[in-house]
């Protein structure tokens, strides 16, 4: 048995599902929910997104005292499969469809009027306080201390111009050889400037239902070989959108004075991110398409359900602090 000493703790329930599921992780006697029990759970909900969270990251970096070989464990996967299904259901009912990968483009290329009350990085950059500065990045930090690892699963099943391109940006993503560029590891430092604790899910607990279900999007559609032309479809929504709002994110750091390094992470995004756009909508989107044109609507799908999550992500937290409450789950630390 190989167990992970040094991975994360098990986080704390948040319902029947995830506490059923925590149990028999920590106890491999025990055994995990019926997949039954999942079809009257609620979809976006915290029980079930952690539950659906706890079962993806022992494919990264495991759980502390949970043996490794749990990953592919074959009394797990019928609850996996049972999760992953309620949760696509629900993208599929609610995320538009019917575009094309143009038209969902060009609607992630039209930035929104800076009063608009559905944009975090507008209300930060305008009037945020560094007290929801540290709470964005407490969050954010599911995804960002292991920004890209979910998109390198779609390497294998991508082909010619599609994986070159979407390579050639990992390259960035990945410190283009150097660790201390890596971008989680520049994450790391802004959680350090901001006083945030550095360890790789540290915030589980803190983080909401809604932040959840953005990062096991990444999850799901990386593990499927099937939805690779949905995961490609998500990674253009991160580049595409991440430069305008990268910008207004440093504006913010520096007008708090949240440090040097907590700057620098989003402006390194506003430069490299500029290029892999272009690079992601030419060459990897494009590219897979013309491999695979039966794949566009996929990629519409990656596109809309993507931005389906994040919006709600943002409704959370915006609705938290225009009322001077904390978006976190526990108190802030």
Known sequence: MTTTPAGPALPAARGPLSAGLLTALASPSDPPPDPGDVQDADPYGDDLQLALYALYELHYRGFAGVDDDREWDPALMPLRRALEERFLGALRADAPAGRSPDEAFALLLTEPAGHDPSS???HLRDKGELWQLREYAAIRSL?????ADPHVWVLPRLRGRAKAGMVAVLYDEFGAGRAERVHARLFADLMADLGLVTTYGHYVDEAPGAMLAVVNLMSLLGLRRSLRGALTGHFAVVEVTSPPGSARLADAMRRTGAGEAAAHFYDE?????????????HEVVAGLLAEEPGLEQDVVFGIETTTLLEDRLGAHLLERWRDGRTALRAPRR
């Open 143 to 147: 995804y960002h201390l292991k920004e």
């Open 120 to 122: 975090v990085t507008h």
């Open 269 to 281: 995004h506003v430069e490299a991110d500029a290029v892999h756009e272009q690079v992601v909508r």
